[in-house]
């Protein structure tokens, strides 16, 4: 099931803070997340799994709650670079136990302004 | 390194025709996915190759087809192309297969009129 993304828009000055919000209906053992500029592709920003371990490469910070089935960006001190829609990605598990595909959420378009 | 590439970046095709699609993964990966995203969309997942197999499929007709080649290389096919094909399609890669993270290239840019 898709998961659901929240807000679907938000609107920063620079240097202002937003969170973006996502939640399953399923139990997680992960959440991705990616970073799409107009007219490009997709880009990893982090990868938050069951125990806390966190992966990425951005001056991002998020958290995972389990429990909830929910997962939180924050993004603070805004620039204009991180404009943009904001994917969270959930991933699906197959017979043998592996993860095969992402199940992206519909997005939340950030924009920053000057 | 290279990256996940893509080719054609842009293409326009008429309702009926074939298109092929192709993608060249990032070096060391060998698990090869593809996504289509519909403007306004997140991407969904068309199925995922592995060892030159199918190994899962999402919700699509058998009008998209896929393969992969020995250099884990791949091509996704459309047939009968529809005007509801038109989107974004994403190669993505992975090593090792199942793993947690995966790439997307930049992209194929497919309208049907």
């Known amino acids: 099931q898709q998961p659901v993304q929240s807000p679907q828009a938000v609107i920063l000055r620079e240097g202002e803070d937003a969170v973006i919000n996502c939640s399953s209906s399923k139990a997680l053992y992960s959440v991705h997340w990616y970073r799409q500029k107009h007219g490009e592709a997709p880009v990893f920003l982090m990868i938050?799994?069951?125990?806390?371990e966190q992966k990425g490469h951005e001056k991002i910070s998020a958290s995972f709650n389990e429990k909830k089935q929910q997962s939180s960006l924050y993004l603070t001190a805004s620039q204009l670079s991180y404009s943009g829609t904001y994917f969270c990605?959930?991933?699906?598990?197959?017979?043998?136990?592996?993860?095969?595909?992402?199940?992206f959420g519909k997005g939340t378009l950030l924009t920053v302004n000057p | 390194d290279a990256g996940v590439t893509q080719s054609p970046t842009h293409l326009i095709k008429t309702r009926g025709q074939q298109v092929t699609l192709r993608c060249s993964p990032k070096s060391g990966h060998d698990t090869v996915s593809w996504y289509q995203q519909a403007l306004g969309q997140g991407p969904q997942f068309i199925f995922q190759?592995?060892?030159?197999?199918?190994?899962q499929r999402g919700n699509f007709p058998d009008r998209f087809s896929g393969h992969q080649f020995p250099n884990y290389s791949s091509e996704l096919n459309v047939n009968a192309l529809l005007l509801g094909d038109s989107a974004l399609y994403l190669c993505a890669s992975s090593y090792p297969l199942g793993s947690d993270t995966i790439y997307f290239g930049e992209g194929s840019w497919l309208t049907v009129v």
């Open positions: 190759y592995y060892e030159e197999e199918e190994r």
């Open positions: 990605g959930t991933p699906e598990i197959n017979s043998g136990g592996s993860n095969y595909k992402l199940t």
């Open positions: 938050l799994l069951k125990g806390g």
